[in-house]
């Protein structure tokens, strides 16, 4: 039956400004087409396509996951060092709007947004 999750997908005004912010302030690796991208992070596939929708997205989502609107919430990114990964984060230009939750030795994790408003977090899984 299923044997692994193949690609998130994620509809976007300007696919040109989503590339470059994933490849350059996350480490993915892929391309900017004409109206997409596949882009790829060890063995996950984020499919970035450009929407011709002019509805507004509605909601946008925060980091306060419980009080965010149904639908698809975010993207988690595991790490080894949660502290070593959001200073480097900060160098390549990201905003984090909150502190890292969670005790050292629990599950921790830090929020952040793409430039689209897609929420984005780093884990650390004890």
């Given at each position: 039956?299923?044997?692994?999750?193949?690609?998130?997908?994620?509809?976007?005004?300007?696919?040109?400004?989503?590339?470059?912010?994933?490849?350059?302030?996350?480490?993915?690796?892929?391309?900017?087409?004409?109206s997409d991208a596949s882009?790829?992070?060890?063995?996950?596939?984020?499919?970035?396509?450009?929407?011709?929708?002019?509805?507004?997205?509605?909601?946008?989502?925060?980091?306060?996951?419980?009080?965010?609107?149904?639908?698809?919430?975010?993207?988690?990114?595991?790490?080894?060092?949660?502290?070593?990964?959001?200073?480097?984060?900060?160098?390549?230009?990201?905003?984090?709007?909150?502190?890292?939750?969670?005790?050292?030795?629990?599950?921790?994790?830090?929020?952040?947004a793409d430039p689209e408003?897609?929420?984005?977090?780093?884990?650390?899984?004890?």
């Amino acid at each position: 039956m299923l044997r692994r999750l193949d690609n998130v997908g994620i509809a976007v005004r300007d696919v040109k400004r989503i590339v470059d912010f994933y490849v350059t302030k996350l480490g993915f690796q892929g391309e900017a087409g004409a109206s997409d991208a596949s882009l790829g992070l060890a063995d996950v596939s984020l499919y970035v396509f450009r929407t011709e929708s002019t509805e507004a997205a509605g909601a946008r989502r925060t980091i306060d996951l419980y009080r965010n609107p149904a639908g698809v919430d975010h993207l988690a990114f595991q790490v080894d060092d949660i502290e070593a990964a959001s200073r480097e984060l900060q160098a390549r230009g990201i905003v984090f709007p909150g502190p890292i939750v969670g005790a050292p030795g629990e599950f921790r994790y830090r929020g952040f947004a793409d430039p689209e408003g897609n929420m984005l977090y780093v884990i650390r899984r004890p």
